[in-house]
């Protein structure tokens, strides 16, 4: 079963859905997290993003890796990066970096390999649309510009980065921008979606109707 999560940067979608694959025992796949690996191997390999046959040859010696747990690591060529591709410097980069077709076409082929066979919940911007256009349920989470600034500014407050409001608000409009607005794949809304604005819930009440919105669609017991 495929739970598919979309959504704007920094609505709350990865801390969604964490919750739902606790909660309902499934995987759970932060693909964005794989194309901020993509960006830190690029970043620290001096790739030229415009090239497309050094990006070519540089995807086929990427290899990516999660492991699953209570803080859900990432492993690029077996090094754990988890904590590096959080940084301000992969978040400016790393649309630029989504927006290259043999990028995305080669995480979408790891994206659906590792989901084989598996219960999943998978966070992003083109999961429901174009990973896994069949998913058995289809989020779309949105919140206020301002709310998403401000989560995702506490979060950079609490692992020690320091960076002014503004800035984050910049980097988050303009990433929407260029995940909405790129030619592959763009961020949009399947139509077959529920869309979950968490402007004003908190994180147990958002959790809560996601979980209902999934039980109506798939026959999941109430259990928690
Ligand atoms: O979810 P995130 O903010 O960590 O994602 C980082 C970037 O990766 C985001 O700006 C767009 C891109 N991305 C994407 O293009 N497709 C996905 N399925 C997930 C993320």
Redesign the pocket.
């Known amino acids: 079963m495929i739970i598919a999560i979309?959504g704007y940067?920094?609505c709350g979608?990865?801390t969604l859905a964490k919750e739902i694959a606790k909660r309902l025992n499934f995987v759970y796949i932060?693909?964005?997290?794989?194309?901020?690996a993509i960006?830190y191997y690029f970043q620290n390999n001096n790739t030229d993003i415009n090239d497309p046959a050094a990006i070519e040859q540089e995807l086929n010696k990427i290899h990516i890796e999660f492991i699953p747990g209570e803080h859900l690591r990432i492993l690029l060529n077996q090094k754990d990066i988890t904590d590096e591709?959080r940084s301000p410097a992969i978040?400016e980069l790393?649309?630029e970096?989504?927006?290259i077709s043999s990028v995305?076409k080669k995480?979408v082929q790891i994206?659906r390999e590792i989901s084989k066979d598996k219960s999943v919940v998978?966070?992003?911007?083109?999961?429901g649309s174009v990973?896994f256009p069949d998913a058995d349920v289809k989020l779309f989470v949105t919140a206020d510009l301002d709310t998403r600034t401000w989560r995702r500014h506490e979060e950079l407050k609490s692992r020690g980065i320091d960076i002014d409001f503004s800035k984050v608000k910049e980097n988050l409009i303009k990433?929407?921008q260029?995940?909405s607005t790129?030619r592959d794949?763009p961020?949009i809304k399947a139509p077959d979606a529920y869309v979950l604005d968490n402007t004003k819930l908190g994180k147990e009440e958002q959790t809560k109707l996601a979980l209902e919105i999934i039980r109506n669609k798939s026959h999941i017991p109430n259990t928690n």
């Not at 932060?30 to 901020?36: E, H, T």
């Not at 998978?122 to 999961?127: F, S, T």
């Open positions: 979309d940067s920094a979608k990865s932060d693909s964005g997290a794989m194309y901020r960006t591709i978040s790393v649309s970096v989504a927006a995305r995480m994206q998978m966070d992003g911007r083109d999961i990973v990433r929407d260029m995940d790129r794949s961020l």
